[in-house]
Nanobody
Framework: QVQLVQSGGRLVQAGGSLRLSCAAS????????MGWFRQAPGKGREFVAA????????HYGDFVKGRFTISRDNARSVLYLEMNSLKPEDTAVYYC??????????????????WGQGTQVTVSS
């Protein structure tokens, strides 16, 4: 059974930085594309970033504009999202996700099938 355990969300001031982590178990982490999504109050789920199983390819939502970086440590089975220059509109619950099938490249259309519990990121103005 796939388990994705998230950490790192907290309250931060606008312009600040945060790093979210997602520790994976129950799958061969290094074989699966991974992604981050977010959901703000009253809004639908939004694609943030994805990374290929190999780590060679990444995709980002248009709103990221170079502020966020997705990365993975396959030796530790951990996915990261480094967020800089945070804005109040980045306030949301952030979720990590694992692809349904191995060896995917990771993209907004990836069939992510396993999800973390979510972690709250709040950016104050």
């Amino acid at each position: 059974q796939v388990q994705l355990v998230q950490s790192g969300g907290r309250l931060v001031q606008a312009g600040g930085s945060l790093r979210l982590s997602c520790a994976a178990s129950g799958l061969t982490f290094s074989s699966y594309a991974m992604g981050w999504f977010r959901q703000a109050p009253g809004k639908g789920r939004e694609f943030v970033a994805a990374i290929a199983w190999s780590g060679d390819t990444t995709h980002y939502g248009d709103f990221v504009k170079g502020r966020f970086t997705i990365s993975r440590d396959n030796a530790r089975s951990v996915l990261y999202l480094e967020m800089n220059s945070l804005k109040p509109e980045d306030t949301a619950v952030y979720y990590c996700a694992a692809d349904r099938l191995p060896y995917g490249l990771g993209s907004p259309s990836t069939g992510f099938a396993s999800w973390g519990q979510g972690t709250q990121v709040t950016v104050s103005s």
